[in-house]
């Protein structure tokens, strides 16, 4: 089983569009979240953290829930500058490495 | 305050030829880790530098190895290329003690490998 596991995508959206992104780590040990975007053949650029609380900014409202080990982004009132791919990432304490997903494509159509 | 930089932007190697990529650290952080990130695929942890010494390593053989100097910049060395190993190598840099925190990426090298 993969550490951590998205969608497969890719998911097409009108603008204007709710898309939600969904993630599922393995390992309980995992201290710290985050959903990364990566534009094409460019780096991945740290989108939001996740918190238990949840968070959100602007568009973007991600959630955690530990129990269930999952992780969500949801993206409201999509615009075509949203298309990318976004990357769940997991950490565990300590000098531990990031952990990414898959990633999940996103196309955003006008 | 400067970013990390790698180089080079895109090289094309010959299968069993080795090459060397470089990356610099940002200001500030004293860890770098390497990432290979081949096409529709997540990055995948290579190895972690912190201190000039090898710090965690994910599940790369051998003739992928590494090296950090006294500034903290990094080159990542690759013997014997395989065509798989065609891919988007990432640097990203860190400050020990941050967590998952504060990591700043690179934009890349692209190996291809024919």
């Known amino acids: 089983r993969k550490e951590v596991e998205q969608d497969p995508g890719p998911f097409n959206v009108p603008e204007g569009a709710t898309v939600a992104f969904n993630c599922t780590y393995s390992?309980?040990?995992?201290?710290?979240f985050f959903w990364y975007r990566q534009d094409c053949r460019k780096e991945p650029k740290l989108l939001m953290s996740?918190?238990?609380s949840g968070n959100e900014d602007g568009r973007f409202t991600a959630q955690l829930n530990r129990a269930s080990q999952y992780i969500s982004l949801l993206i409201r009132d999509s615009k075509l500058s949203d298309s990318a791919t976004y990357l769940c990432?997991?950490?565990?304490?300590?000098?531990?490495?990031?952990?990414f997903g898959k990633g999940t494509r996103l196309s955003v159509i006008a | 305050e400067t970013g990390v930089t790698q180089s080079p932007t895109h090289l094309i190697k010959t299968r069993g030829q080795q090459v060397t990529l470089r990356c610099s650290s940002q200001?500030?952080?004293?860890?770098v880790s390497w990432y290979q990130q081949a096409l529709g695929q997540g990055p995948q942890f290579i190895f972690q530098?912190?201190?000039?010494?090898?710090?965690g390593r994910g599940n790369f053989p051998p003739r992928f190895s590494g090296l950090q100097f006294p500034n903290y910049s990094s080159e990542l060395n690759v013997n014997a290329l395989e065509l798989d190993d065609s891919a988007l190598y990432l640097c990203?840099?860190?400050?020990?003690?941050?967590?998952?925190?504060?990591?700043?990426f690179g934009s890349g090298t692209r190996l291809t490998v024919v």
């Open positions: 990203a840099s860190s400050l020990a003690g941050q967590g998952g925190y504060g990591y700043t």
């Open positions: 390992n309980s040990a995992s201290q710290s």
């Open positions: 996740v918190y238990s």
């Open positions: 990432v997991v950490n565990m304490i300590g000098h531990t490495p990031l952990v």
């Open positions: 200001s500030g952080h004293n860890t």
């Open positions: 530098y912190y201190r000039e010494e090898e710090n």
